[in-house]
């Protein structure tokens, strides 16, 4: 394990110092100053460099796990996408394997966030300058220990066990580590968000969304409460999410509750426009550059390429697709539907593709096979934008990648958290506070109030809402095993051709850990053990 836990984060996190800690301007994540002779020990000057210090964890560290990691496993896992690429198509029947690139691409990515978060938080008090405001290293810490406990929260979910590590340079002589008790993982995640909580800015989400970028105070109780929830901790979880929701740091983008910001719908989340808006909570920044690895490619591998329509610029698309079952998720009444899913005959007036050798504003999606793709027979309209940037989809064109953001958590999220955590594991409810929750979510979908709901209402709810953003095979895994296990049999997994239905296991629910790190580390496979905090 030596080449993951020592000297592979060594280069990781000195590629990251130099390519992505170093940028100049905290707001766009852009402007990156010299990195002739920089070095930790002599860049830590002053408040707007120590601000920067963090800004690579918001991309750069995340791409290998954004980039298809998370939609191969998260969506096409869950049942909500379909794909027979074969590079990401092996959740598809459950048969991933510890040989699977894409696996191993987004476990290293998610050590090299631990890594870098690790970094600074055992040295940038000690390496910032005396005329560095300690205000401005508590955020930064705040920010560190975030994204250290994001990080977690996704492994433990992922793996299981796995090796808490909160100084890298600790095991530089023995680099071999058992994994812990997904226990004492949780509680190093809890701990974590605890400590952001009380070094991060409190803000309030407003018109100006560059300077929404960076997570807060309520950013870091929104994801305790989702830490809680999975801990079935309700009386907690409903705690921070209320603590969050009387904050009013965070609005939903459309709709007419109390807990909404009117004059825009849910279409608008997608846009690259309202980037960092004020329902987002943690979201990765992307940004384009000369280099692979700092944008998003939702937009090429979510749409539309048939050799004569694209939806972006790049000679590939439709990497992924929605699934046979997920078509039928929602009512025609449900706005999200159509901002969700380009069945055939959608119209999207709005959007600029690619038809032929020319570029048109506005188009109708073709019929069922002529969407091209994987023979879904329908395209993912979340993140698919279309091409904003003149005649090209981004600023690089060579990879025809974006900017638009990815959200890790948004505010109807936090809502549908409190309602399930007011329900406080009971199979229904008709509390006044979780009704007002749960209908805010579906009033901005164009549905009506409803007097309860069930688990099983709040469940399907959370998929319509949060489909295609990472979360319904999360969802799945924290629910009554036999129950995950028979909604994903009933699913169709196949194309529009054929239909297809596979049965997962108990052990389909976790990864296995990636055989390259498995044959330098053999402790990964042996039990887990406490950690000593």
Known sequence: MKTLYHLNFRKLFIAAFALGSMLSCSNEFTDRASEDSISADNYYQNDEQVRTATDALYYKTWFQFNNKFFYAIAEVGSGNM?????????????????????????????????AQANYLINN???KASSSVSQSVIDNALGEAYFMRATAYFYLVRLWGPVPIIQNNLVHVTDPQLNTNYIEDVYELIRRDYNSAIGLLETKVRGAAYASNARVSKGSAKAMLAKVYLYNKNYAMAKQLAEEVINSGEFKLLGGTSSYSLSGKSFADLFKYANNNNEESIFALQWKTDANYGSANNCNTQFGISNGTISTSNASYGGVFAPSQDILTLYENSDVRKNETIMF????????????????????????????????????????CIGIVNGNETGPMDAWAMMDNNTYIMRY?????????????????????????????VRNRAGLSNVMSFTFDDLFKERRRELAFEGDFWFDLGRIDRSKAIAIMAAQNRGSMFSAEYYTPDNNDFTLPYPANDVAKNPKLLQAPVAYQF
Do not use: C
């Open 82 to 114: 379909y794909t027979n690429s074969s590079d990401v198509n092996a959740m598809r029947n459950f048969g991933i394997t510890s040989a699977d690139p894409e696996m191993l691409a987004g476990w290293q990515a998610l050590w090299a966030n631990v």
């Open 124 to 126: 940038l008090q000690t």
């Open 344 to 383: 055939p005959g959608n119209v999207y007036p709005d959007m600029k593709i690619k038809n032929g050798l020319n570029f048109q504003v506005g188009f109708t999606v073709p019929a069922a096979d002529q969407i091209g793709g994987q023979g879904a027979g329908a395209a993912i309209k979340k993140y």
């Open 412 to 440: 109807a999220d936090l809502l549908l958290i409190h309602a399930e955590a007011v329900m406080g594991g009971a199979a229904s409810t008709s509390d006044a506070s979780a009704l007002k929750s749960y209908n805010a």
